[in-house]
């Protein structure tokens, strides 16, 4: 057994690193990603899970932004937008494809470039959620 002596001295040292821990997480706390790391896109015909990092990261694909946030047209910002910022869920045209159009030319197209990933058709692949 310990002693009450030897009991108090080993709380005191846990409430110590406890306080100091808890301080360090504070202070230093993990910085946000700058990019996402996963999008869920919640649509009818079942939610896609997109996963951002496997897609820009070296060891994945190695894409660049403007590989996926196409060209900008005139006026418009150099930092990518999210597609919903121009591309409307509900309507479209042949000028600007609805939003579900335009992942699904951007998306598919690109898979069967590359010869990756789901390809049109394969809807299931995509929609699982």
Known sequence: MF???????????????????????????LKAPQEPLRLMYTVAAGNVLFNHKIHTAEEGYGLSCEDCHHELL???SDEPQACGECHDPEEGDEEMPKRADAFHQQCAGCHEDYEAGPVEKECTLCHTM
Not at 9 to 27: F, N, Q
Request: aromatic share 10%; glycine share 10%; charged share 15%.
């Open 74 to 76: 005139d006026g418009e």
């Open 3 to 29: 002693s009450k002596k030897e009991l108090m001295l080993a709380y005191g040292v846990a409430a110590c690193l406890l306080v100091i821990g808890v301080i360090s997480y504070a202070a230093f706390p």
